[in-house]
């Protein structure tokens, strides 16, 4: 079976700081991997998606990057965090290129101080 | 900006009776989503609806969905308290290469 792992599952981190969190799935080949952010009290944004080794696309421009280095591995990155990447993250796999179910990570939840 | 919209924002009801949340939408979708997240947790997928269908089942789930209206309902009955839960609708589209847009979600208080 599909299982999805995420980590950390909280880091508070100092404005300025780097960051990497990571996801990797299992149980599944050539996912679509995606990267989420969800405000207190609200729904999820979009901020990164992919659909092979090395191809991402950004929806929103800011502070983060993504990498996929290998087929189920999605990397979500910042050289310098600011306050406003605060915020709890959620990495999710698909298995439809037309869109479908998604299968979601724990989320980590982000406290940039 | 949100494609998928859900209404109400918060609902609680008590344990037993039935919860209805409603989605709408903006543009033609292919499919339309609704999943479940329990606090400070990542979410769950509970059910899918193609655009070609109006309704499906799934134990105690029933959603509708109505496409010249653009919108759709998720129906949990005969509620119990660890329904307690966000609930959120997302669609996918022709052009949006599997990306689903999320609305921001009905928070669901069943009192036992």
């Known amino acids: 079976s599909q299982t999805i792992h995420q980590w950390p599952a909280t880091l508070v981190q100092p404005v300025g700081s780097p960051l990497s969190l990571e996801c990797t799935v299992e149980?599944?080949?050539?996912?679509?991997l995606y990267w989420y952010r969800q405000a207190a009290g609200r729904g999820l944004q979009l901020l990164f998606y992919?659909?092979?080794?090395?191809?991402i696309s950004s929806e929103v421009p800011q502070n983060l990057s993504a990498s996929r280095p290998q087929d189920r591995q999605f990397i979500l990155s910042s050289k310098k965090l600011l306050l406003s990447d605060s915020g709890f993250y959620l990495c999710?796999?698909?298995?439809?290129?037309?869109?479908?179910?998604?299968?979601f990570g724990q989320g980590t939840r982000l406290t940039v101080v | 900006s949100q494609q998928g919209e859900e209404d109400p924002q918060a609902l609680s009801i008590q344990e037993g009776e039935n919860a209805t949340m409603n989605c709408s939408y903006k543009?033609?979708?292919?499919?339309l989503q609704w999943y479940r997240q329990n606090s400070g947790r990542g979410l769950v997928h509970l059910i899918l609806?193609?655009?070609?269908?109006r309704e499906k089942h799934s134990g105690r789930l029933r959603v509708t969905l109505d496409t010249s209206k653009k919108s759709s309902s998720l129906l949990i009955t005969a509620s119990r308290a660890a329904d307690t839960a966000s609930y959120f609708c997302?669609?996918?589209?022709?052009?949006?290469?599997?990306?689903?847009?999320f609305g921001d979600g009905t928070t669901l208080t069943v009192k036992p």
């Open positions: 999710a796999w698909s298995a439809i290129r037309q869109g479908g179910e998604a299968f």
């Open positions: 149980g599944t080949s050539n996912p679509n």
């Open positions: 992919s659909v092979g080794i090395g191809q």
């Open positions: 543009t033609s979708i292919n499919n």
């Open positions: 609806i193609r655009s070609n269908e």
């Open positions: 997302a669609t996918a589209t022709n052009t949006n290469a599997g990306k689903s847009t």
